[in-house]
Structures are given as structure tokens and as C-alpha cells.
């Protein structure tokens, strides 16, 4: 089973600041067949389900702000807040849908500084 | 619009067992997997299980944590999927959502989740 490890666990951004979260996986998740990476993004708030941010790694959902950006390739990944707002403050997780069974990192929690 | 709605958690004993009901619309049932993902109080996303269509044979898969315990089944002619967990333990006490996968199975939208808690 492919194991996804976030960092760091928390993280606290002042507002306007950028947000950097990294997700590993312990194996590759790029198919080679399509040349694509089989990673998602989710931020979920206090109460809510999670909620589809960036799937292919780097494909913003539709609706999502553009602060809101994915990259990498392989096994590491990072999810970028360019420019931190208030309603951002949420735990973020990665997922791999590469395999079965589908795995998400642990969580990171972001707050305002 | 499409919607997921969980429903059946409650107060379960250690041992006993309890089944979950994810109605959907919005979508083409027939034609979707529908995924288990549970969140324990504070803690992360863990995958539990799906079911695939029937033009997949409605194949199921589980984790290991809850094989042999939690069976998915679906009634494509009430747009439902369930959950059957048998053997609960303390350890299965979590919020319990399903899911859509779209496309290769990323997951989109969630229901707002059903809270099961196994206590003596």
C-alpha cells in the first residue's frame, strides 16, 4: 500500500503571506502510460467534509481560487496558498488515487499567525 | 445538483452492529462506485471501502482495518449504497462519509457524514 506523509503537521501563516504544505508518497504516483500524477488536494473546515481543491496534482477544481495552486511530480508534492486569507484556515490533505486502496496523508493544520 | 446524504449512525455497543444508508442524487447512480471514508474525532481521512458498478460486477474492496467486518452493498433502483458493520469495535467510533470518485478516483462531493460511536 502507498503511504502519503504530509509536513509539517501545523503551520501558521500571517495573513497576505504564502502558505507551503508537502506531501510524500512512498511510492511514485506518476503513470508513466499517461504521464500524469494520480494526486489530489482537500481542504476541509471545522464541521464540513472535505472538499476537492486540485486533482492531476496541479488541476485547479472548477470554482477554486487561484491562490490555490498544486505541483511536483513523482513522490513529492506541494500546495501553495499564495496569498493567505481568513476562510483559509482548514486542515489540508493530500491523496494518492494511483492504487488501491487510496491513501491520504495525515493532515495539516493551517492557521493565521 | 449533486448530493450525497448519509444516514443510520448512532450508539452501538462493542460487538454489535449497525448499517449506513448513502442516498444520492444529482448523478447517474447506476453508473457510479460509491466510496467509505471515515474520520475519527481529530484525526485524519481513513479510506474504508468501495463499491463499483454494475458494469463492474459491483466489485467491493476494503481495508484491512475493516475486511471481514464492513460489507457495501447498493440499490441502484433507490439510488442508495450501504454500509453493513458488523463486530464494531471501539475503534470504528468515527464520522463516516461517502463519496463520489470522479474519473480515476479522486473524490467529489462529499456528504455531510453520519457520526457512529461504538461504547459500551
Known amino acids: 500500500d502507498i503511504v502519503m506523509t504530509q509536513s509539517p503537521d501545523s503551520l501558521a501563516v500571517s495573513l497576505g503571506e504564502r502558505a507551503t504544505i508537502n506531501c510524500k508518497s512512498s511510492?511514485?504516483?506518476?503513470?508513466?502510460?499517461?504521464?500524469?500524477?494520480?494526486l489530489a488536494w482537500y481542504q476541509q473546515k471545522p464541521g464540513q467534509p472535505p472538499k476537492l481543491l486540485i486533482y492531476w496534482a496541479s488541476t485547479r477544481e472548477s470554482g477554486v481560487p487561484g491562490r490555490f495552486s498544486g505541483s511536483g511530480s513523482g513522490s513529492d508534492f506541494t500546495l501553495t496558498i499564495s496569498s493567505l486569507q481568513a476562510e483559509d484556515v482548514a486542515v489540508y490533505y493530500c491523496q494518492q488515487y494511483y492504487s488501491t486502496p487510496p491513501a491520504f496523508g495525515q493532515g495539516t493544520r493551517l492557521e493565521i499567525k | 445538483e449533486v448530493q450525497l446524504v448519509e444516514s443510520g449512525g448512532g450508539l452501538v455497543q462493542p460487538g454489535g452492529s449497525l448499517k449506513l444508508s448513502c442516498a444520492v442524487s444529482?448523478?447517474?447512480?447506476?453508473?457510479?462506485?460509491i466510496h467509505w471514508v471515515r474520520q475519527a474525532s481529530g484525526k485524519g481521512l481513513e479510506w474504508v471501502g468501495r463499491?463499483?458498478?454494475?458494469?463492474?460486477?459491483?466489485?467491493?474492496a476494503y481495508a484491512a482495518s475493516v475486511n471481514g467486518r464492513f460489507t457495501i452493498s447498493r440499490d441502484d433502483s433507490k439510488n442508495t449504497a450501504y454500509l453493513q458493520m458488523n463486530s464494531l469495535r471501539t475503534e470504528d467510533t468515527a464520522v463516516y462519509y461517502c463519496t463520489r470518485p470522479v474519473s480515476h478516483n479522486w473524490f467529489d462531493p462529499w456528504g455531510q457524514g453520519t457520526l457512529v460511536t461504538v461504547s459500551s
Open positions: 463499491i463499483r458498478s454494475k458494469v463492474n460486477s459491483y466489485a467491493t
Open positions: 444529482g448523478f447517474t447512480f447506476s453508473g457510479s462506485a
Open positions: 511510492q511514485s504516483v506518476l503513470y508513466s502510460s499517461d504521464n500524469k500524477n494520480y
